[in-house]
């Protein structure tokens, strides 16, 4: 949930159009809908964690993909793949923050 609310932050105007397409393309919003899914994916990519996220959670990303291609009609029948890149996605967020505020790292400890 943290990429999401990363890439939300970052992109909020990009992911709320896409999602109103989707939302109202129910069975066409892979085809209506794929130049706003490039333009959330261009402002994620210009992000250094969303980028460190793409990296590491590309196996669970590509699942998720994949999924949506194979049932664009059903594109709940993907939760399983959601879940998984969103917890691969939670821990690389998590690493991120963590490592930036360990105690012990500053210079002259």
Do not use: K, M
Not at 9 to 19: I, K, N, S, T
Not at 22 to 48: F, I
Not at 51 to 62: K, L, M, P, T, Y
Request: include cysteine; hydrophobic fraction near 30%; aromatic fraction near 4%.
């Amino acid at each position: 949930r943290e990429a999401l609310a990363v890439t939300a932050r970052l992109c909020g105007p990009e992911l709320e159009r896409y999602g109103r397409c989707v939302a109202a393309s129910p069975g066409s919003w892979h085809r209506d809908c794929h130049q706003l899914s490039l333009s959330v994916t261009d402002c994620a990519s210009n992000h250094p964690l969303v980028r460190r996220i793409r990296r590491d959670c590309s196996e669970s990303f590509g699942a998720f993909e994949r999924c949506l291609r194979e049932r664009p009609r059903a594109a709940a029948e993907c939760g399983p793949q959601v879940t998984q890149f969103l917890l691969c996605a939670q821990s690389v967020t998590q690493s991120a923050t963590q490592s930036a505020t360990r105690p012990g790292d500053s210079p002259g400890d």
